[in-house]
T-cell receptor
Framework: AQKITQTQPGMFVQEKEAVTLDCTYD???????LFWYKQPSSGEMIFLIY??????QNATEGRYSLNFQKARKSANLVISASQLGDSAMYFC??????????????FGKGTKLSVIP | DTAVSQTPKYLVTQMGNDKSIKCEQN?????MYWYKQDSKKFLKIMFS???????INETVPNRFSPKSPDKAHLNLHINSLELGDSAVYFC???????????????FGDGTRLSIL
């Protein structure tokens, strides 16, 4: 069963507009973490934002914010004031403990965001 | 002063050959990982090491053998390369213990492996 679902393979947004990238997850572990990464066409993986399952407030980092709805098991990324440099693949990932001091990230299939001038 | 560095960045080789990818991190992290990203951009964990000890070993052919000489290095050796091994391989590291659970994994820039 898919643990991280990103239902939008591709999205377009006008420059300076806000955009929401969807992510739903499935876990029975009460302690988990959700991460968003950006992968531009150059290929590197860039960490954007983190939300812990026990965090009381939605995470924010500059123009990035996370709309965390625990009961719905969703952790949508909101990018405000889109810029051309935001064009990239965006991955949602869930942290799962593997024991013995390690955890693994389970990734969604990603959303390709294209910002239109 | 790159945090997680992988070499080589590109690897083009023939089917049947053996190749290695090296990874080093200077972040002082205690855990390192290998991920595979396929042609559809899907990322999947392969291995993880914590302080040189193998922790995660996903269903990966035994032609793939990770080796961690110390906690700052995690290399990946692949024997008898097959066409299906063509992918981008990412090394990553993180600090896990001591209340660092909210810390992200830091990724290297990836190694693009192409099998001819």
């Amino acid at each position: 069963a898919q643990k991280i679902t990103q239902t939008q393979p591709g999205m377009f947004v006008q420059e300076k507009e806000a955009v929401t990238l969807d992510c739903t997850y499935d876990t029975s572990d009460p302690s988990y973490g959700l991460f968003w990464y950006k992968q531009p066409s150059s290929g590197e993986m860039i960490f954007l934002i983190y939300q812990g399952s026990y965090d009381q407030q939605n995470a924010t980092e500059g123009r990035y914010s996370l709309n965390f709805q625990k009961a719905r098991k969703s952790a949508n990324l909101v990018i405000s004031a889109s810029q051309l440099g935001d064009s990239a693949m965006y991955f949602c990932a869930m942290r799962e403990w593997s024991g013995a001091g390690s955890y693994q990230l389970t990734f969604g299939k990603g959303t390709k965001l294209s910002v239109i001038p | 002063d790159t945090a997680v560095s992988q070499t080589p960045k590109y690897l083009v080789t023939q089917m049947g050959n053996d190749k290695s990818i090296k990874c080093e991190q200077n972040l002082g992290h205690d855990t390192m990982y290998w991920y595979k990203q396929d042609s559809k951009k899907f990322l999947k964990i392969m291995f993880s090491y914590n302080n040189k000890e193998l922790i995660i070993n996903e269903t990966v052919p035994n032609r793939f053998s990770p080796k961690s000489p110390d906690k700052a290095h995690l290399n990946l050796h692949i024997n008898s390369l097959e066409l299906g091994d063509s992918a981008v391989y990412f090394c990553a590291s993180s600090q896990v213990g001591g209340g660092y659970s909210n810390q992200p994994q830091h990724f290297g820039d990836g190694t693009r492996l192409s099998i001819l």
